[in-house]
């Protein structure tokens, strides 16, 4: 079993970037070709179980776990992961964030075990949350009186975008998959422009990131400085 499991690994591994999608300049592979390569290596011999952890009116979290069958041992659990979903936090989960929150914590547990096609904290529905964000109201006039002057509407405090809860998100996963300061580093100064935006829409969501960033860096550093020495 754990060749056929080696097989679906390498077969998700060879998936061309050209079948993939595209994202920040990294690209990540579906959850439905991996899931596909699992079945299709492992068979009925392999097992992708979910568990509704919480799916309240505000959001909703569920557990997938992937196992394998060994003649000697039974089922054995090989991975496991979570996803959490909010149901007010752009387009996709107004409608179907159960779905959506399955679909991500399969995908995240099978990543787990090696079927990751090359990047972990990412899915084909986090990438598409992002990219098809509601767009802002317009904001409508208020009727004047004829006698008075024209008044100019009140400004509205902006409040941060759907997408960036979700950005936010990813941001927070894929910190703690970089092995080194440096390449740390790098993913922060690629991420600029999304974390501009974020300090600049929603100050307070962008402190959070920011102290996790500091911690995971003064992490790396002693890590590294233990190795050195």
């Given amino acids: 079993m754990t060749d056929k499991l080696i097989s679906a690994i390498r077969e998700v591994m060879d998936i061309p970037d050209t079948d993939k999608v595209p994202l920040k300049g990294k690209f990540y592979t579906q959850v439905a070709q991996r899931v596909q390569s699992f079945r299709l290596n492992i068979g009925s011999e392999g097992r992708i179980r979910t568990e509704v952890i919480e799916n309240s009116d ?3 979290v569920v557990e997938a776990t992937i196992s394998v069958w060994y003649k000697d041992a039974g089922w054995v659990e090989v991975a496991n992961d979570f996803a959490e979903e909010y149901r007010a936090q752009g387009p996709v989960n ?3 964030a159960l ?13 787990a075990c090696g079927l ?5 904290a990412s899915s084909f529905e986090v990438d598409n949350a992002i990219n098809s964000k ?4 317009t904001p409508k006039p208020e009727p004047k009186a004829k006698a008075k002057a024209p008044e100019k509407p009140k400004a509205k405090e902006p409040e941060p975008e759907d997408d960036l809860g979700i950005v936010k998100k990813l941001l927070e996963e894929a910190m703690y998959i970089h ?8 993913f922060w100064s690629v991420n600029k422009k999304n974390l501009d ?3 600049a829409e929603a ?23 233990a190795n050195n020495g």
């Fill in 179 to 186: 092995p080194s300061l440096e390449e740390l580093r790098d």
């Fill in 134 to 137: 509601p767009s802002a109201p």
């Fill in 116 to 120: 990751s096609g090359g990047e972990y």
């Fill in 94 to 96: 107004k409608t179907s």
């Fill in 99 to 111: 779905e959506n929150c399955c679909t991500s914590a399969i995908g995240r547990a099978l990543s």
């Fill in 58 to 60: 505000k959001k909703v």
């Fill in 203 to 225: 100050p307070e969501m962008y402190a959070e990131v920011l102290e996790k960033f500091k911690t995971q860096a003064e992490e790396l550093g002693k890590l590294e400085e």
């Fill in 197 to 199: 935006r974020m300090q």
